[in-house]
């Protein structure tokens, strides 16, 4: 049973361009979620997409978007790169069918020069 | 606003002995805790969870307990093993269950050090 799968696993991009993060749910999932985590903080929620919606959204600027496709995986977009958008992306899913808890993917490595 | 704040940034313990990480957190609204542990390179896996209607809850070497009145958990771990080193975050949700647990308040973290 595969778990959470993101691509790629790091990536580095210069300021101003654009980038896209891949995200496949556990199986069985049809709920994802991005988080941020910076270097020495706690994960942040970015938003969350629930049939092909977002459903969730935390203090993200407009820059962050994201698209869910009919078999659930997810992408997210960020544009215009900051320094300060270097980060690791984690990619979580779940179910409103069940209460378990959140499954993380290992995450994407995004360093902004 | 920090609403779930791990204060302790590390925690040293020798291998045998009891492992007590503390979270605190501001939101009355949070019904829902969760710990994760986090090694390098990997994203954080679920350890154990609690509701607002427990106050204790264990599994294992692990037993969490909610002080809901006090507004904090702290996390057990008895007896700590090497193999218990990581990074242990604090999570809350507002919502048990449902498509809104997806959205999760983490603490900063605490790296555990757990040596022979």
């Known amino acids: 049973d595969a778990g959470v799968t993101q691509s790629p696993t790091h990536l580095i991009k210069t300021r101003g361009q654009q980038v896209t993060l891949r995200c496949s749910p556990k199986?069985?999932?049809?709920?994802v979620s991005w988080y941020q985590q910076a270097l020495g903080q706690g994960p942040q929620f970015i938003f969350q997409?629930?049939?092909?919606?977002?459903?969730q959204r935390g203090n993200f600027p407009d820059r962050f978007s994201g698209h869910q496709f009919p078999n659930y995986s997810s992408e997210l977009n960020v544009n215009a790169l900051l320094l300060g958008d270097s980060a690791l992306y984690l990619c979580?899913?779940?179910?409103?069918?069940?209460?378990?808890?959140?499954?993380f993917g290992n995450g994407t490595r995004l360093t902004v020069t | 606003d920090q609403q779930v704040k791990q204060n302790s940034p590390s925690l040293s313990v020798q291998e045998g002995r009891i492992s007590i990480l503390n979270c605190d957190y501001t939101n009355s609204m949070f019904d829902y805790f969760l710990w994760y542990k986090k090694y390098p390179a990997e994203g954080p896996t679920f350890l154990i969870s609690?509701?607002?209607?427990?106050d204790k809850n264990e599994d294992g070497r692990f037993t969490v307990f909610l002080n809901k009145s006090a507004k904090h958990l702290s996390l057990h771990i008895v007896p700590s093993q090497p193999g218990d080193s990581a990074v242990y975050f604090c999570a809350a949700s507002g919502a048990y269950g449902g498509s809104t647990l997806g959205r999760l308040y983490f603490g900063r973290g605490t790296q555990l050090t757990v040596w022979p």
């Open positions: 609690i509701s607002s209607i427990k």
């Open positions: 979580a899913s779940s179910s409103p069918e069940t209460t378990g808890p959140l499954h």
């Open positions: 199986s069985g999932h049809d709920t």
């Open positions: 997409y629930y049939e092909e919606e977002e459903r």
